[in-house]
């Protein structure tokens, strides 16, 4: 009886403690990759494209991630920078590129499915960037 009920306790404490590993696991199952979205330790897009060439739809979907994640991430890095610092350097813009350029280097593919139906391919995708990392490209150059 004992067991038994250890079992059940330690079954209920790691379902209550990890409720993100519930969410992974529902994302590895699901058909498409749309239902990933940013939180509070990464930024995430996910989108879903069809097109009659798995090559363009795949290349489509990728492009609308990389928009949406630096939508994101300019908001995040310019919240991180004061009016001042703006005024005070002249090179800002391009530290601001650069910081863009690095950011989407270090981004990753998390998800991708693809599915086919009456010569149209559906593809979806969501890139992620782990928001800490996005701290330190900035903190390079502040």
């Known amino acids: 009886m004992r067991k038994v009920l250890l079992a059940i306790m330690l079954c209920f404490a790691l379902a209550f403690q990890s409720c993100a590993f519930f969410e992974s696991v529902v994302a590895i199952f699901s058909k498409n990759c749309t239902k990933n979205v940013s939180d509070k330790y990464v930024f995430r897009a996910s989108v879903e494209v069809s097109s009659s060439s798995l090559q363009m739809s795949q290349d489509k979907a990728y492009s609308e991630a990389r928009r949406i994640i630096l939508e994101q991430i300019d908001a995040y890095i310019v919240d991180s920078f004061s009016y001042k610092d703006f005024l005070r ?11 863009r350029d690095k950011v989407l280097e270090s981004s990753e593919i998390s998800c991708s499915r693809v599915s086919q139906k009456s010569g149209v391919y559906k593809y979806s995708t969501t890139l992620q960037i782990n928001k800490s990392t996005v701290d330190n490209i900035i903190s390079e150059y502040k």
């Open 89 to 99: 350097d002249d090179k800002f813009e391009e530290k601001i590129d650069k910081m």
